[in-house]
């Protein structure tokens, strides 16, 4: 299992532990993950995660509840909600390229919850990156993240001045 995989679990652990406790933790959260793995940096990046996406989870729910109408994040079982406002995150405020955060997304529905969860998610997640992708996200919808823009200088070429007349 790769170390960005397991730093995805454990990210999505402390979302669906605060998403219990109704509150954000960290020493709560440091706790909980400390059996998790031996990689100290990669429990505090799991944490920035869960941080990253606990923060907007308010603008992803409603954005999963507009995509997702028939299942609104509060009737979801929290296992999911937890993936989805991961994943979320990561489609969003990432320059993780989508098809990685999706299967990311995928996987951990398929390890830790029901045997439907992950072609729920699946949706739900397509429909997200399509409209991504094809239109403007609403109003209430997190801020997706421009890729760098990298311009090289521009350089014009002017034309060689001509010599002065000779003044003799």
Do not use: C, Y
């Not at 529905?109 to 992950?118: N, R």
């Amino acid at each position: 299992m790769s170390i960005r995989h397991t730093t995805r679990q454990m990210a999505m652990q402390v979302l669906f532990l605060w998403d219990v406790a109704g509150a954000m933790d960290r020493p709560q959260a440091e706790l909980a993950i400390l059996q998790a793995s031996d990689d100290p940096a990669s429990r505090d990046r799991a944490i920035e995660m869960a941080t990253a996406a606990w923060l907007i989870r308010d603008d992803t729910d409603k954005w999963l509840e507009r995509l997702a109408p028939q299942w609104p994040p509060r009737r979801q079982p929290g296992v999911d909600r937890s993936i989805l406002r991961l994943a979320t995150w990561e489609l969003t405020k990432t320059q993780t390229p989508p098809i990685v955060a999706i299967d990311e997304a995928l996987e951990l529905a398929k390890e830790f919850s029901t045997e439907q969860s992950s072609a729920f998610v699946n949706a739900v997640l397509d429909a997200l990156l399509h409209e991504i992708q094809n239109a403007a996200p609403p109003p209430d919808a997190p801020a997706v993240v421009a890729p760098p823009v990298t311009s090289s200088p521009i350089t014009v070429a002017t034309p060689a001045e001509p010599a002065p007349p000779d003044a003799t």
